[in-house]
């Protein structure tokens, strides 16, 4: 089964556009409604995140061995992979997201890099919970699946440079995206990317409320 992201209203869909209406969220919608990850996800996907911590403790290791300890450790519990807490879905919205990539793939990659805040935005619709990025050239759009007691899981897709809509989950395998999405906060979530296509071993993402919120 394919995620065809294309609107989030009509059988799995997320294209940019679709998605970048400010309409009510109905009451109700939550992480935990919508359809089984398990009939949607790929193969790839599949063994990706059944290795995540193994990801997660060769990124470290990675990290750390470059002499990124003290960043690290100043993260505190965005970094630390036993971190999550009992799950509560976060509100429709805005919020300021954070990229940190650690385990370079290659050498001469960097093995800790964090990147400049950028505009998320959670959005709730006919019962199906969603993550985008808004800005840059790399954008990860996708939904947010129920998982386990603590933890939600997030498949989608990359949409790269100006383009407007998304691919199909599915089509393409190095646009594909797997993620563990945690509860690290009163008001602090994260996206764990174990393995991903390019660039690092395992990518995190800081989702907090934007200060206008």
């Known amino acids: 089964m394919r995620l065809a992201f294309a609107p989030l209203c009509a059988a799995f869909v997320l294209t940019g556009s679709a998605c970048a209406s400010h309409g009510v969220p109905p009451p109700g919608a939550s992480a935990q409604a919508g359809p089984d990850w398990r009939t949607i996800i790929t193969d790839d996907d599949r063994g990706r ?7 997660w403790t060769r990124a470290l290791t990675k990290a750390q061995a470059s002499g990124h300890d003290q960043e690290i450790a100043a993260e505190g519990a965005l970094l630390d992979p036993d971190a999550a807490q009992s799950w509560q879905d ?4 805005l919020y300021r997201c954070r990229t940190i990539k650690l ?9 800790y890099v964090v990147y400049p805040a950028f505009d998320c935005r959670i959005r709730a619709e006919d019962g199906f919970v969603s993550f985008t990025k808004l800005s840059g050239s790399q954008r990860p759009i996708g939904l947010i699946l129920s998982y386990s007691a ?6 989608g897709t990359l949409q790269l440079g100006d383009e407007t809509r998304a691919l199909e989950y599915g089509r393409d395998r190095e646009r594909d995206l797997v993620a563990l999405v945690e509860r690290i906060g009163a008001y602090r979530w994260r996206l764990v990317f174990p393995y991903p296509h390019f660039e690092s071993t395992m990518d995190v993402i800081e989702v907090a409320p934007a200060p206008s919120q």
């Not at 976060?90 to 919205?93: N, S």
């Not at 385990?103 to 093995?111: P, R, T, V």
């Not at 603590?150 to 498949?155: A, D, H, S």
């Open 49 to 55: 995140l059944r290795n995540w911590r193994t990801a």
């Open 90 to 93: 976060p509100l429709p919205g």
């Open 103 to 111: 385990g370079a793939q290659s050498e001469g990659m960097l093995d």
């Open 150 to 155: 603590n933890r939600m899981l997030f498949l």
